[in-house]
């Protein structure tokens, strides 16, 4: 609704506000519901329950079969993965199940080219993370970058402009270094079935607004993000299986859904995905191409953040303000073709992959 979607811009803008300037004490909720919604907590976490498992290694080389020995050899594309125990893969027994692994083996069907992957992502991983996350990831030059953060910050109460401001600086440090950044943004905790109202209803407002705030400062900071949102709900009540044992993380074919969503935008971050020339009108003032929406920044992330699977990208990522932003709702393939990313030449299925840890 327009009137929500105002209203979360404003808030998002005020916290990405403070995030920059270094502010503090902004509060979300009423002190009232402080102690309603601990106690919530406690039992919505009975409910979930713990994996007592850890995310199986899945990096290596995917898509070797496109290694031409007739052509001069180029070095794979380096792809890396930061964040939380969705980015790591926790819920799932083999490593190309995992969403890097099935991004290395659709990219690397895409760019027809291998592409190593380098996952730095931890369970329980939140914003404040991100530092030693981004130290280990840059040893390895990567050319793009996937972040997903933010469901711990919500469910651990870290303040949301700290948290926008340190991914803030993660994505500046890797733009800086010549990376291009996907970030998939805080997912709706609202969409978790043990989780109940009164706490459901926080959960999710909770989860746009800083999803919101996120999509700021990422597209400020030169990257760009796609809304996880409540992408897996309607199918998780509807499928079980699209749910890991914990009923929390996904499953195989929930990590290949939302994987499948992100990996548009991680082509077209590298000019991989076919597009059509985009009119140099397409600016404020300016016409936008079909299916795309020039909004301010704070307006297209609050609408982003209602709408899963959405794109949001500077208008001019090279200008100095970066306070328009391109909207987007990108084709998303389903959870088959993640495995199988495309009809072209070759095994580029993540089983071709040369890391360990794939049983």
Same mark, same amino acid.
């Not at 920059?20 to 004490?25: D, K, L, M, S």
């Not at 949301?160 to 994505?171: C, H, N, S, T, W």
């Not at 043990?194 to 800083?210: G, I, M, T």
């Given at each position: ?44 976490? @009975?409910?979930?329950?713990?994996? *007592? ?11 070797? +079969? ?43 069907s895409v760019a027809e080219r291998p592409v190593r992957l380098v996952n730095v992502a931890r369970s329980g991983g939140r ?33 949301? @402009?700290? +948290? ?70 309607? *199918? ?16 195989? @074919? ?21 597009? *059509? *020339? ?82």
């Amino acid at each position: 609704m327009p009137g929500a979607q105002d209203s979360r811009a404003r808030v998002a803008r005020r916290i990405a506000t403070a995030a920059a300037y270094g502010g503090g004490g902004l509060g979300l909720l009423g002190v009232g519901l402080v102690g309603l919604l601990l106690t919530e907590s406690k039992l919505a976490v @009975q409910a979930i329950g713990v994996l *007592e498992t850890v995310p199986p290694k899945a990096d290596g080389v995917y898509g070797e +079969a496109f290694a031409d020995g007739a052509a001069p050899p180029r070095p794979p594309l380096v792809l890396a993965v930061l964040g939380d125990s969705t980015g790591a893969g926790l819920g799932v027994a083999r490593g190309r199940e995992t969403p890097g692994a099935l991004l290395a083996a659709g990219l690397a069907s895409v760019a027809e080219r291998p592409v190593r992957l380098v996952n730095v992502a931890r369970s329980g991983g939140r914003s404040a993370d991100l530092s030693g996350q981004l130290e280990r990831a840059l040893r390895h030059r990567p050319d793009v970058a996937v972040i997903i953060v933010g469901a711990n910050d919500v469910t651990r109460h870290s303040p949301a @402009q700290l +948290a926008v401001r340190q991914l803030g600086e993660a994505v500046a440090a890797l733009r800086a270094n010549g990376c291009e950044v996907v970030v998939g943004t805080c997912p709706d905790l609202g969409t978790i079935k043990p989780v109940r109202p009164p706490l459901r209803w926080v959960a999710r407002r909770l989860s746009r607004q800083l999803a919101a705030a996120q999509t700021i400062a990422v597209v400020e900071a030169g990257g760009r993000t796609v809304s996880l949102g409540s992408l897996l709900g309607p *199918e998780f009540a509807a499928r079980p299986e699209m749910f890991a044992a914990d009923r929390y993380h996904p499953s195989a @074919q929930g990590y290949a859904t939302a994987a499948m969503a992100v990996l548009p935008s991680v082509c077209a971050a590298l000019d991989l995905w076919p597009e *059509e *020339e985009r009119p140099s009108a397409a600016r404020p003032g300016g016409a936008a191409l079909p299916g795309e929406t020039v909004l301010p920044v704070a307006v297209a992330a609050a609408a982003a953040a209602g709408r899963a699977g959405t794109e949001v990208a500077a208008v001019d990522p090279g200008g100095p303000g970066r306070r328009w932003a391109l909207l987007r709702h990108r084709l998303r393939v389903g959870p088959d073709a993640a495995r199988e990313p495309g009809p072209v030449p070759g095994n580029t299925s993540a089983s071709s992959h040369a890391g360990a840890g794939d049983d």
